[in-house]
């Protein structure tokens, strides 16, 4: 099999399943494989990016009213980094899509309209870790990171990728095994050998 020459690869899952460290230990083996990849992460640098996690931060963040000013928020955050998904000589690895706006901010039709332009992922990696130990991970900085909103989040990402290429990661096991499962559900998609993987 050829390897690609694009590839737009999504991570999602609850926080503090790990989504930038298997992004990061992905990027270096697709790298070492002889392939160009670009990582990028959602919310952005931009100053709409800046403003969400300043937003996130407040007390009144699971709301309703402030989930769909997050959801606005998001998608114009998102038509930011279009352009870096028509490079068709890259693999693009994305810490959160629009998928993850339909699973945090409802109702989805109404998420799915503000996305309509955002571009749909050739594969979704949901790393699936038990919410309990998702909050024990987190920093407690942002308002939606308890056990109530995250079960909900976790219940609506299961449902929202069945409609995505998608595969599921247990992310409750150590790194290293986390590693090698999503360099495993990633390799035929790029040409590379799944059974070469260490």
């Known amino acids: 099999m050829n390897k690609t020459n694009f590839m737009y690869i999504v991570f999602e899952g609850i926080d503090g399943a790990g989504k930038s460290t298997q992004i990061q230990l992905l990027k270096e083996w697709l790298e ?8 990028l992460v959602e919310p952005t640098d931009s100053e709409i ?3 969400i996690r300043k937003i996130l931060q407040r007390s009144d963040a699971t709301t309703d009213r402030v989930q769909k000013t997050l959801g606005l928020l998001f998608a114009a955050d998102r038509m930011l980094i279009m352009d870096k998904l028509s490079d068709d000589k890259k693999v ?5 899509s629009f998928i993850s706006s339909l699973a945090y901010q409802e109702p989805a ?3 799915v309209e503000l996305n309509k332009y955002a571009k749909k992922p050739d594969l979704v990696l949901f790393l699936d870790l038990d919410v309990k130990t998702s909050v024990s991970r987190t920093t407690g900085e942002d308002e939606f990171e308890n056990e109530e909103f ?4 976790k219940t609506n990402y299961l449902e929202i990728i069945n409609d995505f290429n998608h ?7 150590g790194i290293n095994k986390v590693s090698s499962d999503v360099k495993k559900a990633v390799a035929s998609h790029v040409g590379l050998c799944k059974d070469c993987i260490l």
């Open 92 to 96: 693009i690895l994305s810490d959160r």
């Open 167 to 173: 595969v599921i990661i247990d992310a409750n096991n």
């Open 32 to 39: 070492a494989n002889g392939l160009e990849v670009e990582a």
């Open 49 to 51: 990016g800046k403003l």
């Open 150 to 153: 995250l079960t909900q989040v």
């Open 109 to 111: 039709d109404w998420i």
